[in-house]
């Protein structure tokens, strides 16, 4: 399984962009690249993926390096309910997509 | 709302007893997944089902069981419990199609005392 590497916390200010890295060097070719949030006492939430090109929703941005391994979650204007923890993972949709989390990065969102 | 309910949300029980967790989808979905969340551990798997009475391990299913004879439910179990059981359980549906995206119930507390 593929290795992610994030910082265990971040800070911001609100109304400030975000830039939330991982590194993800053993990704394999097929692996997609998953973004999860998670807001205090709350389940897992969805933000974002992307395989090779830089994706938008409206949610986030994700910006994929061209090697493939890393990749920077962006949010452009933080805000307060934008605190949680923040899971990057490669997904390989061949093993029946099982998520694999690390410890992800909790961003604290300040006024 | 993905369709997904827990129960029962918060659960209190005995070392040695049997514990039953119930997801339940609306979705018609044929992934299931159930993980548990400890401080310090992120959320890890331990057993999920790719359809009716088709399920597999996770990398912590020691302890634990699962079964689907419907598929809109998936039952975890543990079935003498311990105190190193005491954790936060979610369980997650995954989305067909391109995305593979996963969505997570609300969770189950389960204390072992």
């Known amino acids: 399984d593929a290795k992610t590497t994030q910082p265990n916390s971040m800070e911001s200010n609100e109304e400030e962009p975000v830039h939330l890295p991982c590194n993800h060097s053993?990704?394999?070719?097929?692996?997609?690249i998953h973004w999860y949030r998670q807001l205090p006492s709350q389940g897992p939430e969805y933000v974002i993926h992307?395989?090779?090109s830089n994706v938008n929703n409206r949610m986030a941005s994700l910006a994929i390096a061209e090697d493939r391994k890393s990749s920077t979650l962006i949010l452009h204007r933080a805000t307060l309910r934008d605190a949680a923890v923040y899971y990057c993972?490669?997904?390989?949709?061949?093993?029946?997509?099982?998520?694999?989390f690390g410890t992800g990065t909790r961003l604290q969102v300040t006024l | 709302d993905a369709g997904i309910t827990q129960s029962p949300r918060h659960k209190v029980t005995e070392t040695g007893t049997p514990v039953t967790l119930r997801c339940h989808q609306t979705?018609?979905?044929?992934?299931m997944y159930w993980y548990r969340q400890d401080p310090g551990h992120g959320l890890r798997l331990i057993h999920y089902?790719?359809?009716?009475?088709?399920?597999d391990k996770g990398e912590v299913s020691d302890g634990y069981s699962v079964s689907r004879s419907k598929t809109e439910d998936f039952l975890l179990t543990l079935e003498s419990a311990t105190s190193s059981q005491t954790s936060v359980y979610f369980c997650?549906?995954?989305?067909?199609?391109?995305?593979?995206?996963?969505?997570f119930g609300p969770g189950t507390r389960l204390t072992v005392l």
């Open positions: 993972m490669p997904l390989d949709t061949g093993t029946a997509s099982k998520l694999t």
């Open positions: 992307g395989l090779t």
């Open positions: 089902s790719y359809g009716v009475k088709d399920t």
């Open positions: 053993t990704i394999s070719g097929t692996d997609y």
């Open positions: 979705e018609n979905h044929r992934y």
């Open positions: 997650a549906i995954r989305a067909p199609a391109s995305t593979d995206t996963q969505y």
